[in-house]
């Protein structure tokens, strides 16, 4: 662990001032329900669309906080098994040949079904570790339903039961936070279990400070434009509007290639950057590029 | 820093809200409201915005639920704040008296609100608001209607979020006035009249529900179209995961001998893990018919859009336009990704054979069958987007049934509100015995049937 474990944050300020130091900028809501779920042990249920920072937030949290990140992905067809755990039955089998002839079938069994045949999964490492711990679970809404349900058990309790050991409890209260972009309604029974955080696409000012972060050395005036233009390209109807980290790879590109100014050239010059489909590409040239040559020849 | 204890009647207020809520139609439950009480001990309530964070990030569990939410919030409270001063008879003070307001008065005023939009101070703009109020109330201009009045206000104060290049250089107006920053002054002209109104009166206005518009988001038709993609990737997703749900989830798993085999190897010799032959989840077919007719026009954009982010999901699509007959546009889906060129083709060279332009339902169901009754079979699924007005042709409900026995499942989607079902022309009902019905005429009724369509099948003889 790299940063020494800070105690729990005092009030909505000082979260806010963490996450900076951390380098993530919290809007004025993330922030708040950030210290809120520090505070009550709620999970978070993060929403918002692809690229904003939803899973950045909790790497945030995690190294503010002090505490290790356990992250489960979620994909379709997510089960127990690659979740919550496993009995690692090779090995449960090795120590069954390796017995010598004569024990007991009792004394095996309680041998082999031990902790030390458990495969702990994200869930049950999140749970059963002793230090308090972030838990980020990811794109929550790419599982089926009956993962969702599996998880209620995990979210309002904080405890796993497995039939052959008993009820693992956690020992301490983990931060829990899921992601989704919404490409699926999610359960009722789950919201109701969470807080709630939309994450939008940031205000022009807000994003401007964002990149100003990440690219210090980039121009308070092509910085600023960048933003105008990622706010003119997400204003469009494209298959995938560009992310923050998308603003912050193109500034980066930018610095990279010494640009002082961010001409039509430019822009369709580098704009793959930013925009990842044939077809936006074409929507994007014809609009914004066009928008730009024009600006240059009012200039 | 431990947040200030809340005033006595706080508790009694949130409950209110939460109430309101619901009446609008936020899910908001007996633990929603617990979990409120408990952020709020965490959570100053004299800090607005924290307070009102603090409540929507445990009472709204949703993006649409969020706009509600504001909206309630804002109105929840200010009749709150009122009711509570009339009933105290607090005033607000006047304004000391300006006197006839001058011309050069004015366009200071003018001035410092247009500086006030494009800054988007919220705290400047409200008392430009209530100043912009006063100044027109003196020159007698009040309609006593609010709406009225505020666009008047607007007009008179020259606040445009176009560019008015006729303006003197220099006038901040010229650029044109950020949009969301001329809604939100609109919202407190508004706000500070109804105040006034209140104030003068002695007492609130009957609380009027949300309409839709309220509740609606603001959108654009591009908005719309996004929406329709969002809802049929939901639908492919659906329509994926549905097969094998239906078969069970490792039932007919089949051992891969070869695999098993090597894998053995790591265990000498003994077959420890089984190696399964990788479940391939069936392809969906689909086949859709859609209705490009006259009396479906105001439908079909949605329609097409519908079609255009179905052929972005599914690899295995066949779609046909009808009017008097079908033809496949499966091609032109295919070749061109942008939906407005699209739909440019199918109304001009896609050439539906279209002579009468009136849709004849019995003649499409043949022609359909007889270019795909080889391809028809149990695991694909026909949707038909139409209104089922036959224009009294025959409607042939026996080669629709024909269809639809082949076909696995068959929905329709009909544009139509379900009260004109069968009134007229609309024959409906003759088809509804083969297939599943929707009304869809919205992106929510769109995600409803999408809803309707992961229902576990019960395969229902026919």
């Known amino acids: ?299 | 820093m431990s947040p200030e204890p809340a005033p006595a009647g706080l508790p009694a207020r949130i409950l209110e809200l939460g109430e309101e809520l619901r009446r609008e139609g936020v899910a908001v439950g007996t633990s929603e409201m617990l979990d409120a009480f408990e952020v709020l001990r965490e959570v100053s309530w004299t800090s607005e915005e924290d307070f009102r964070e603090a409540l929507a990030a445990t009472l709204a569990k949703s993006q649409e639920d969020r706009r509600v939410f504001e909206l309630v919030f804002d109105r929840f409270f200010f009749r709150a704040v009122e009711l509570a001063a009339s009933r105290e008879g607090v005033q607000e003070e006047q304004q000391g008296a300006l006197g006839e307001l001058s011309d050069e008065d004015l366009d200071a005023l003018r001035a410092q609100i247009a500086d006030a939009l494009r800054e988007g101070s919220e705290g400047a703009m409200r008392d430009l608001a209530r100043m912009a109020i006063a100044a027109f109330a003196r020159r007698q201009e009040g309609s006593g209607v609010i709406g009225v009045d505020v666009q008047r206000i607007r007009r008179a104060l020259g606040l445009r979020a176009e560019p008015q290049p006729d303006l003197p250089a220099g006038d901040p107006r010229r650029e044109g006035l950020p949009r969301e920053a001329l809604r939100r002054f609109e919202a407190l002209l508004r706000r500070e009249l109804e105040r006034s109104q209140i104030e003068r009166t002695g007492n609130l206005p009957p609380a009027r529900p949300l309409g839709d518009l309220d509740r609606a988001l603001p959108s654009g038709p591009l908005a719309d179209l996004a929406a329709v993609h969002r809802v049929v990737a939901q639908l492919r997703r659906r329509l994926a995961t549905q097969g094998l749900q239906a078969r069970g989830h490792r039932r007919h798993a089949h051992v891969d001998v070869r695999r098993t085999m090597r894998a053995s190897l790591q265990t000498g010799g003994v077959p420890v893990v089984l190696k399964f032959r990788p479940r391939r989840p069936r392809r969906p077919e689909i086949y859709v018919l859609c209705d490009v007719s006259t009396s479906v026009t105001s439908a079909s954009v949605f329609f097409l859009s519908v079609l255009h982010a179905l052929h972005d999901t599914f690899r295995k699509m066949r779609s046909f336009v009808f009017i008097e007959r079908i033809s496949e546009v499966t091609d032109i889906f295919e070749h061109e990704r942008n939906f407005k060129t699209v739909s440019e083709r199918i109304a001009g060279d896609a050439g539906v054979a279209d002579i009468s332009g009136y849709t004849d339902y019995g003649r499409v169901w043949s022609e359909f069958l007889t270019q795909v009754e080889d391809d028809l079979h149990p695991r694909a699924t026909v949707i038909v987007l139409g209104d089922a007005r036959t224009n009294g042709r025959d409607p042939r409900a026996d080669v629709f049934a024909q269809i639809a026995a082949r076909a696995g499942r068959t929905f329709w989607l009909n544009p139509e509100p379900r009260l004109y079902w069968n009134y007229g022309d609309s024959v409906i009902a003759s088809y509804e015995e083969y297939c599943t019905a929707f009304e869809c005429w919205t992106t929510a009724q769109l995600e409803d049937f999408v809803r309707a369509l992961t229902r576990p099948v019960i395969a229902a003889p026919r």
């Not at chain 1, 098994?81 to 010598?100: D, F, G, V």
């Not at chain 1, 009820?167 to 807080?195: D, F, G, I, W």
């Not at chain 1, 193109?250 to 930013?274: K, Q, Y």
């Open chain 1, 1 to 299: 662990m790299s940063a020494p474990p800070s105690p729990a944050p005092s009030s909505v300020a000082e979260v806010a001032e963490g996450l900076r130091a951390v380098g993530y900028l919290p809007g004025e809501s993330t922030a708040l329900v950030s210290y809120l779920a520090t505070k009550l042990g709620k999970p978070v249920l993060v929403e918002g669309p692809a690229g904003v920072g939803k899973t950045e937030l909790a790497k945030a949290l995690a190294k503010y906080l002090g505490r290790e990140l356990v992250r489960l992905q979620c994909y379709e067809g997510l089960d127990e098994a690659k979740a919550l755990y496993e009995w690692n039955y090779r090995k449960q089998l090795l120590r069954i040949q390796a017995e010598a002839s004569g024990t007991g079938w009792d004394a095996v069994q309680e041998d082999i079904f031990g902790e030390e045949f458990l495969l702990a999964r994200p869930l049950m490492t999140a749970i059963a570790s002793p230090e308090p711990v972030v838990l980020l679970i990811d794109e929550i809404d790419k599982t089926d339903q009956e993962f969702e349900a599996m998880l209620l058990e995990v979210l309002s309790d904080f405890q796993i039961s497995i039939p052959e050991l008993g009820r693992v409890e956690s020992r301490t209260h983990p931060v829990v936070l899921l992601t989704s972009n919404n490409s699926r309604e999610l359960t009722e029974a789950l919201k109701r279990r969470c807080l709630y955080l939309w994450l939008d696409y940031p205000a022009l000012e807000h994003e401007l400070e964002i990149v100003r972060l990440h690219a210090p050395a980039l121009s308070e005036t092509v910085a600023r434009r960048l933003v105008e233009v990622v706010g003119m390209v997400r204003a469009l109807d494209l298959k995938k509007p560009p992310s923050i980290a998308e603003s912050i790879d193109w500034a980066r590109a930018l610095l990279l290639l010494g640009v002082e100014d961010i001409d039509a050239d430019t822009f369709t010059e580098t704009m793959s950057v930013i925009v990842k489909h044939r077809t936006d590409m074409d929507v994007v040239a014809d609009r914004v590029g066009l928008k730009l040559r024009s600006s240059a020849d009012v200039a």
